[in-house]
């Protein structure tokens, strides 16, 4: 693969993430007025973009052979399972 090949796909994945992010937030607003309550769309949007930004950490670390970044992800990789593990007992406390 070529630089270019390789930019379009990066591009065409950096609005794709953009536009699944814009969707459930506005799927999530939507239910959370319709019915006051916010469904599983939450728990996919807050675990997508911890996942993402633990992944961005995991990359940077390998491509520099910084440690620095490990640090971030220990941290990350925290909230990630706290996130999944909260955030479903938190909607069926709310069902």
């Not at 390789?6 to 953009?18: F, G």
């Not at 607003?29 to 633990?54: D, F, I, P, Q, V």
């Not at 520099?64 to 007992?89: E, M, N, Y």
Request: hydrophobic share 60%; net charge positive.
């Amino acid at each position: 693969m070529d630089e270019m090949e390789l930019n379009i796909r990066l591009q065409a994945i950096k609005w794709t993430h953009l536009y699944v992010t814009v969707f459930l937030l506005a799927w999530m607003l939507y239910n959370w007025l319709a019915t006051g309550k916010c469904g599983l769309e939450l728990l996919l949007l807050c675990t997508s973009n911890l996942l993402l930004c633990t992944l961005q950490q995991v990359f940077t670390a390998r491509a520099t052979g910084d440690r620095k970044p490990l640090l971030w992800l220990a941290a990350s990789a925290a909230i990630f399972v706290a996130a999944a593990l909260l955030l479903p007992l938190l909607l069926i406390g709310r069902a």
